[in-house]
């Protein structure tokens, strides 16, 4: 790999003072050798490292910058609104503005209440389904991630078994399995949380089956428990409406982040009308919650995904990539795998447990300038161009030739 000085430098200032020198999901150790902790520009679909290299970006900061870095349109709604108010002791009028749009946008939705981060709606969500029902039992989808609060956070340390004991865990698409747990929860069922669809970490990713989507909708009506979706990582790529509006089953309840105000800090909860009462009777606020600023930048986000059709731009221009590394992978024998929905791809090869292949093909795209995860799904935004998908093409096209010939 390529030496990142300055990143070098700004890792070890950063491990003096920052447990570990980094926390979470942007940990870069994470990643393969080679690739920056570092950014100092960010613009469209292009992200510049602490040392000045240039990046093709394909992971949209994991997902928020759905109309790119710094989208004109949505930096100067925030602009317009912060010369007028941010935070005070209670939200602005863009608020209900938003809440109406998102009402009007989601079908499923009747009402609408807003956070920081998706960890707050999911867990806002799981309060809810249990305030409304009176019941403690939660199923979950086994590895499905919903964040990093003690009852999901995927790590053990610092959570008891308590923060999870109420949890009752099914597969993903497996209606037997839903089943099963439908039944261990007995009288005390809750909810149904499910991802919008399986995007787990180093696996296969995996579109919703219609039969496992109706399944936990007729049995969360049969037992007044509420259907939960996690839509904090596929929101607003997949369908406008939700995303499991395509196969006509709507949730009580979804939560969403990440791309709802394109990078500005915002989330939502947003639920139908059996979820009001309870929505009403728990209590769940920030400091930051009624941020002015972030609300006005979610407003223009959604607008503006709406007048371009960002959705079929986005799956457009994934199934231009997917097909492209398709070809590239056939001509050279590599055997690869892309699940999922094209707008959040995921390349995963044929006999690599390990993510030598992954690796190698990424770090080698990366030093083509193109910026890739080798085992978590990438986003596509409405920044990107056919022309950037050209100059991708190439950087796979290389990035392939390498694993054809170094891991054959
Ligand atoms: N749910 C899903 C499906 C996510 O992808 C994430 C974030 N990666 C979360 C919840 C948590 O969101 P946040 O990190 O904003 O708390």
């Given amino acids: 790999p390529r030496g990142l000085p300055l990143d070098t430098a700004l890792r070890e200032r950063a491990f003096k003072v920052v447990p570990g020198g980094m926390w979470g999901h942007m940990n870069a150790r994470n990643l393969p050798a080679g690739y920056p902790q570092f950014f100092t520009e960010a613009s ?10 240039e990046y093709l970006d394909f992971m949209c900061g994991y997902g928020p910058m759905i109309l790119g870095y710094g989208d004109p349109e949505v930096d100067e709604a925030a602009r317009a609104q912060r010369a007028r108010m941010d935070i005070a002791n209670g939200p602005a009028e863009v608020m209900v503005e938003l809440a109406e749009t998102m009402v009007a946008t989601i079908p499923a939705a009747d009402w609408a209440m807003f956070a920081k981060n998706g960890t707050d709606a999911t867990t806002a969500c799981v309060m809810i389904a ?5 019941r403690r039992k939660i199923l979950v989808a086994k590895g499905a991630y919903h964040g990093a609060a003690p009852w999901c956070t995927p790590w053990p340390g610092g959570t008891t078994a308590e923060d999870r004991a109420h949890l009752i865990h099914y597969r993903y698409n497996d209606v037997a399995s839903l089943e099963a747990a439908v039944a261990e929860a007995g009288d005390d069922l809750a909810g149904i949380l499910a991802s919008a669809f399986r995007h787990d970490a180093r696996i296969d990713q995996e579109m919703p089956a219609p039969e496992f989507a109706c399944a936990a909708r007729a049995l969360a009506d049969r037992h007044d428990a509420a259907l939960i979706i996690d839509e904090v990582r596929a929101g607003f790529r997949i369908d406008l409406r939700g995303s499991w509006e395509p196969l006509g089953v709507r949730p009580d309840l979804s939560a969403w982040s990440k791309a709802l105000g394109n990078g500005y800090p915002i989330a939502a909860v947003t639920g139908a009308d059996t979820m009001r009462e309870a929505a009403r009777k728990i209590f769940v ?8 600023v972030p609300m006005a930048a979610a407003l223009a986000t959604l607008r503006k995904l709406h007048r371009i059709d960002a959705v079929a731009h986005m799956k457009r221009l994934g199934l231009m990539l997917r097909e492209g590394i398709q070809a590239q992978a056939d001509a050279l024998g590599v055997g690869l795998r892309q699940s999922g929905p094209a707008q959040l791809p995921l390349i995963l090869f044929d006999d690599d447990p390990v993510f030598e292949k992954g690796n190698l093909f990424t770090v080698t795209a990366l030093q083509h300038g193109v910026y890739l995860h080798p085992w978590h799904d990438m986003f596509l935004s409405a920044a990107h161009t056919e022309d950037d998908i050209a100059i991708a093409l190439e950087a796979t096209g290389r990035a392939l030739e390498a694993v054809a010939q170094t891991l054959p």
Avoid: E, I, Y
């Fill in 44 to 53: 469209g679909a292009r992200l510049r490292d602490a040392d000045g290299n």
């Fill in 130 to 134: 249990r305030a409304h029902a009176g």
């Fill in 285 to 292: 606020t920030g400091s930051f919650w009624c941020s002015a």
